[in-house]
């Protein structure tokens, strides 16, 4: 092959500063046109070197023309420099890398210590508050315990009175049971000598009669406490069973009344239902002739007749006897515990021979419960 030239350098050197200028290397206003700065100056590092690379592949190729060796040599030595120079962008983007992964370390531990400074002042401002707090609570406690010791001291001021006082109220009490005791002795003393002198009395002037009445009026006072005894006895059991009656009278009138109260309701049932039945036969009857080839009301009409036989045996018959004997023992039953009510006021008489205001109040009940019987009376027997 022809050797290379001065020519050839010389329009390698021109074409190697086109490329350069094309490609704006040496331009140092060039802006951000990828992610950051670092990713910028990489790509124009890349385009510079390719330029390089084509113009040592090119200055390689000359000199070989004028020793083969020397342009190995060269060409090694270009690999190698290609080679280092592509390790250099890839150990700025690990460092790169590395000091965004640091400043974001850093921001972060900026923002865990503007949120701890924010923390520690929250934390000063809760100490100052809490040791206002505190010294308010002191204060108070203090005053407390100021007026506890005040109000204890007053209390054992009042205790000490009380003590006083309660000595004193002892020495009084046993002052005047000891004066009690002497004025008792006293009167038993006054008392056994009025009862000799009595005798004595009665022994020398021979006063048998006065000796009677005093052994009567003794025997006397026993059989009053006895009779009083025995009345209090009598009126608790008469009272007893007057209660009990009271309560059987109460009963037995209340389950009367309901049985009264279920008829009535049953047979005013039966009674609208046989009115409203009748109603309609009697629209029926007007509308249409009696006895006509449409007429099949009888079995209806023998329906409303013995509903109405059923009520009309209550006011008779056996449920009759049966209602009118509850109502007669319930009567009875009245009459007997009046009875028992009026010998148990007429024990307790006044000194002048009057009756107590129980009685009224008792004829009261009674009267009441005449009427009241009279009117169930009535109600059996269907006359209302």
């Not at 401002?125 to 007053?154: F, G, I, N, P, S």
């Not at 449409?294 to 079995?299: L, Q």
Request: glycine share 4%; hydrophobic share 40%; charged share 30%.
């Amino acid at each position: 092959r022809k050797p290379s030239g001065r020519l050839e350098v010389v329009q390698l050197m021109e074409a190697m500063d086109s490329m350069l200028e094309k490609a704006g290397v040496d331009n140092k206003l060039v802006g951000v046109t990828g992610p950051s700065q670092l990713h910028n100056v990489l790509e124009l590092m890349k385009t510079e070197q390719n330029i390089y690379n084509i113009v040592f592949h090119e200055l390689i190729r000359q000199v070989s023309v004028d020793c083969i060796e020397r342009g190995q040599l060269l060409s090694k030595l270009r690999q190698r420099y290609v080679s280092l120079l592509e390790r250099i962008p890839q150990q700025m983007k690990t460092l790169y890398k590395e000091m965004m992964a640091q400043r974001l370390v850093d921001r972060h531990i900026a923002e865990e210590l503007f949120y701890f400074k924010e923390s520690v002042a929250q934390l000063t401002r809760e100490l100052y508050e809490v040791r206002e707090h505190d010294r308010k609570v002191t204060r108070e406690a203090e005053q407390a315990q100021q007026e506890l010791a005040t109000a204890v001291r007053e209390a054992e001021m009042n205790a000490n009175l009380v003590e006083e006082y309660r000595e004193l109220y002892e020495l009084q009490r046993a002052r005047l049971e000891e004066q009690i005791l002497l004025l008792r002795q006293e009167r038993d003393i006054w008392s056994s000598a009025a009862h000799d002198l009595a005798l004595k009395v009665i022994d020398r002037n021979r006063l048998i009669l006065a000796r009677r009445l005093y052994v009567s009026e003794k025997t006397l006072i026993k059989l009053l406490k006895h009779f009083i005894v025995l009345l209090a006895s009598q009126d608790t059991r008469d009272l007893a069973d007057l209660q009990e009656e009271t309560e059987q009278f109460r009963q037995m009138l209340g389950h009367i009344g309901a049985e009264i109260d279920c008829c009535e309701e049953s047979s005013k049932e039966k009674l609208h239902a046989v009115r409203r039945g009748l109603t309609r036969w009697l629209q029926y009857f007007q509308d249409n002739i009696l006895g006509g080839p449409t007429f099949r009301g009888m079995t209806s009409l023998l329906l409303f007749f013995q509903m109405l036989n059923e009520d009309l045996q209550q006011y008779e018959g056996e449920v009759y006897l049966t209602k009118m004997e509850s109502l007669k023992n319930v009567a009875r039953l009245q009459e007997h515990w009046t009875k028992l009510g009026h010998t148990v006021l007429n024990r307790h008489r006044d000194f002048n021979g009057a009756l107590p205001p129980e009685h009224a109040a008792m004829e009261e009940i009674n009267q009441r419960a005449c009427e009241l019987c009279q009117q169930y009376q009535i109600r059996i027997s269907g006359d209302n």
